[in-house]
């Protein structure tokens, strides 16, 4: 048949065509070629691992982190008999902030953080309360139950630093829920940074105090070591004090209330007790 007949004459002209003009033998050959180039400089790596390529170094990098400034945040807020109020947007937060330097010729966008807390410590003597509850509007919002430490917490971004640009990206940290009568809270973590030039940042530890009830936990301390006091005890004093120099002088970035808080803690717990020998 004519069909069979051509077929037949085009495997005789394939047939007769060299090894190299065949697509076949041309992948084969090509294929071949790049395995052993690989394969000899898998070879080269391995005995002069200097001559190695390099990745490009990442684009960003941090140039200064602080907690040395405190922002004012929104919190809404219930009564004691849970009646929903107007919110409150005086509500004092320790803000960290974290410098970036972008060192290159194209945009950086930060697409995550991630707040790894090491611990949350309360601080101070139990001195009673009210039933009024707030939820402030933190960037990052702690859990008040079921949240235990070494734990992460993670955030979604979508933060442009521009070509050999500087941006500083904020953040609040404090609980989810805050009850009257609450003690203050101190937050100890780190911040790492992903980018999608394949960075990662990690800030050094920081500790920060949500500044709420201090006020009235240094009351209730000064009544316990001036006066007899039924519901703070001056021992108790004496240990939170402790425990709060011992957070401050273990930490190199740490909120200034924490700082504030600590001292006149300690300057309370240097007076002498108002019932004679320590309770």
């Known amino acids: ?91 004092t937060a320790s803000l960290l902030s974290i410098a970036l330097r972008n060192r290159s ?9 991630e707040f790894a807390f090491t611990a949350v410590t309360k601080l101070g003597c139990p001195y009673g309360g009210g039933g009024s509850v707030a939820k402030a509007r933190y960037d990052i919002k702690v859990p008040a139950s079921g949240f235990t430490p070494p734990s992460t917490l993670p955030r979604k971004l979508k933060f442009e630093v521009p070509p050999h640009g500087n941006e500083r990206i904020t953040f609040t940290v404090g609980p989810e829920t805050y009850l009257s009568g609450d003690l203050p ?13 394949g960075s990662r940042l ?46 401050v002088e273990g930490a190199t970035l740490v909120s200034p209330e924490l700082v504030q808080f600590s001292g006149e803690l300690n300057r309370l717990a240097a007076l002498p007790d108002p019932g004679g020998p320590s309770q």
């Open 105 to 113: 010729a194209d945009e950086v966008l930060v697409t995550k953080a």
């Open 1 to 91: 048949m004519p069909g069979r007949q051509d077929d037949g004459a085009g495997q005789d002209q394939d047939q007769d065509k060299p090894f190299l003009k065949k697509p076949q033998g041309v992948i084969s050959v090509v294929g071949g070629a790049i395995a052993i180039l690989v394969a000899i400089l898998g070879l080269v790596f391995t005995f002069f691992p200097g001559f190695e390529p390099k990745p490009d170094p990442p684009k960003l990098e941090l140039s200064d982190v602080d907690v040395a400034r405190e922002q004012d945040i929104v919190a809404d807020w219930s009564d004691a008999d849970q009646q929903p109020q107007p919110a409150v947007n005086n509500w």
């Open 185 to 197: 809270k101190v937050y100890s973590f780190t911040t790492t940074l992903s980018a999608d030039d």
């Open 202 to 247: 990690t800030t050094e530890p920081v500790v920060v105090m949500n500044p709420q009830g201090v006020k009235t936990v240094l009351q209730g301390a000064e009544r316990a070591m001036r006066y007899t006091d039924a519901t703070v005890k001056p021992s108790c004093v004496r240990e939170q004090a402790r425990r709060a120099r011992e957070i």
